[in-house]
């Protein structure tokens, strides 16, 4: 990492590049979804996934996990799911009562469609992610740490689902787009010769960070500078989602903090030890359009979140 003077102080861009190094031995390309899921571990927030079937989303996060050395857990939301499939029961082993954790105590837990089981089941995820512990039999037990939920969802008007709420879509600090390759990526991912279909076959790609890295990052994004005029950039963007007539629920309070923490996590993660008004800039779309509510006007018009976040992010002045 840089200072203002340009002196190199690094190591959370290192532990990025190292990693990505790593991951990029069996995923092709996705480094946008990378980027994301460190940026959110190491603010201690929770990523969501939108991408159509059979684009690596299960490989990515597995193989991510592995190069980490954090642990991993794979959830699959089905409809008869109950919330102790998640968070985990109390069993009688010899007599006695013991508790038995779910599959949420990992680092990285893969919450795939989310939205497929019903509310009271994704409510016991959110509150795991909220509050990064479970409640069972009235006693409170810690998740592990770091905690990061990686969870995918499928598009909304698929018959049979549960669409997330927007209190808790605005839960997740991030949304991000899994597009499908390029020619040329999908071109290499044939010539890399994987073994098998198997996504959780990865023999060849070697741990290459720890938690205690992680923790380090973690120290670094909190000491990223920033002034007040960043902050004032922050607050106009999400005051100005509110006032477009396109929307009928803007961003909120809570939007504004992860907009400010994860621009911080992305100018550390490249290298610097300062926040830009590019950084908000850029990364405004991914942690804003996922909680916006369009007008059914809009919706008519086809105008939705991303137009309307680009609308306002022309209209805000950047700060110079
Ligand atoms: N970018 C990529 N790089 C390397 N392999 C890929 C890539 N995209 C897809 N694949 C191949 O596709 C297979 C399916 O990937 P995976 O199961 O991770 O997809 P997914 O997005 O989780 O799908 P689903 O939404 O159905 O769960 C992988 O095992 C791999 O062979
Ligand atoms: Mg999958």
Redesign the pocket.
Known sequence: MTNQSGDDISSFGELRTRVKAEVSK?????DHVIDAVLAAMCVGGHVLLE??????????AATLSKSLGTSFKRIQFTPDMLPSDVTGTMTLRGGELVYRPGPVFANIVLA?EINRTPPKTQASLLEAMQEAQVTIDGEPRALPSPFTVIA?ENPIEYEGTYPLPEAQLDRFLLKVQ?LY?SAL?ELE?LK?G?LG???LAFDNVSTVAGINEIGQAKREVELVHSNEEIMRYVVNIVQATRNLPSISLGASTRAAVHLYMVAKAFASMSGRNYVTPDDVYSIAPSVLCHRLVMTPEAELDRFGPEDAIAAVLNSVPIPR
């Open positions: 069996v995923v092709i390309g996705q991408g159509p079937p059979g684009t690596a989303k299960t490989l990515l795939d995918t899994v390759p990526e991912v890399q994987r279909l198997n996504p």
